[in-house]
């Protein structure tokens, strides 16, 4: 249990381009979906909050224009980053904490998606 | 700023025990204690938490010590696939809790 997936793994845009990356959680409902960005040899930086059906909470210095986050049900959550650049290449890493898990609210995450932009 | 301090690396000969410790001085009464690895290239993998007392699953043992300042993450036969990157969090479990990933341990298994 608690598996949560993204789609695409891999993507490669050209500058200007917008990209959207879908997390799922495949067998359990979640209340909070998060982002998380890593760029290489660092560790994960969160960029988000989402809470199924408001707008998303944003880490500071993260533009919300830029990377849109919609959580449209309480198995999906999509980030799109719109006019991608090439400093917006990274892997981008989602996670789910389960409606039902209790006082501990455990996050699973996705496997990420890593995205060039050229 | 992450709430956890850890070696940045450790090594480990195969099967014997790796023992990774994580400060947390200024963790709060209502924060548990989690623990992820992070393979290369694939999103952290849930290991175990706790909030004070001691922990075992099937993957691992997690030792908290008494004042909560620190822990250790005991991984009882380290295998070469153990090899990865260990991430000790604190978190709260209520309200807008959210987890500040730090640099980790870059754990490595010699064979």
């Known amino acids: 249990g608690a598996v949560v997936s993204q789609h695409p793994s891999r993507v490669i845009c050209k500058s200007g381009t917008s990209v959207k990356i879908e997390c799922r959680s495949l067998?359990?409902?979640?209340?909070?979906m998060f982002w998380y960005r890593q760029f290489p040899k660092k560790s994960l930086m969160l960029m988000a909050t989402s809470n199924e059906g408001s707008k998303a909470t944003y880490e500071q210095g993260v533009e919300k224009d830029k990377f849109l986050i919609n959580h449209a049900s309480l198995t999906l959550s999509t980030l799109t980053v719109t006019s991608a650049h090439p400093e917006d290449s990274s892997f981008y890493i989602c996670s789910a904490s389960r409606l039902d898990g209790g006082p501990t609210d455990t996050q699973y995450f996705g496997p990420g998606t890593r995205l060039t932009v050229l | 700023d992450a709430k956890t301090t850890q070696p940045p690396s450790m090594d480990c000969a195969e099967g014997r025990a790796a023992n990774l410790p994580c400060n947390h001085s200024?963790?709060?009464?209502?924060?548990?204690v989690y623990w992820y690895r992070q393979i290369h290239s694939q999103g952290p993998q849930y290991i175990i938490h706790?909030?004070?007392n001691n922990e075992t699953n099937e993957m691992a043992s997690l030792i908290i010590t008494e004042d909560r300042k620190s822990s250790t993450l005991i991984l009882p036969h380290a295998t070469l696939r153990d090899t990865a990157v260990y991430y000790c969090i604190v978190s709260r479990t209520s309200g807008t809790y959210k987890y500040i990933f730090g640099t980790g341990t870059r754990l490595k298994v010699l064979a």
């Open positions: 706790g909030l004070k």
């Open positions: 067998d359990f409902q979640a209340t909070t």
């Open positions: 200024t963790i709060s009464g209502n924060e548990y």
